[in-house]
């Protein structure tokens, strides 16, 4: 069966960084988009941020343009959010889901997505 799972989560420092990383398995990974998305306690989730199936289109929130770097690697399996200058209000459980319907562009839609992992909090301290 597909298995997405994250980690990398933690605590960190607001201006720190952290590397998430989403291992997937039972899926031809290079046939699917891969997204991250974040939920924060009392709120709903979010898109955070997405690559199509060879890693040439990427898309963002705004709220992290310019602080978080998506990329994957197909011969791993493996998808990967780099996120720099962390803020408080990045603090949220973050997943990664599989998209196989918009493989060559990503989405930003929750609904869009097939799979999801099990979540991997973050916390940022001010």
């Known amino acids: 069966q597909v298995q997405l799972v994250e980690s990398g989560g933690g605590l960190v420092q607001a201006g720190g960084s952290l590397r998430l990383s989403c291992a997937a398995s039972?899926?031809?990974?290079?046939?699917?988009?891969m997204g991250w998305f974040r939920q924060a306690p009392g709120k709903e989730r979010e898109f955070v941020a997405t690559i199509n199936w060879n890693g040439g289109k990427t898309r963002y929130a705004d709220s992290v343009k310019g602080r978080f770097t998506i990329s994957r690697e197909n011969a791993k399996n493996t998808a990967y959010l780099q996120m720099n200058s962390l803020k408080p209000e990045d603090t949220a459980v973050y997943y990664c889901a599989a998209d196989p319907e918009n493989y060559y562009r990503g989405s930003s839609a929750v609904s869009e997505y097939d799979y999801w992992g099990q979540g991997t909090q973050v916390t940022v301290s001010s």
């Open positions: 039972g899926l031809t990974f290079s046939n699917y988009a």
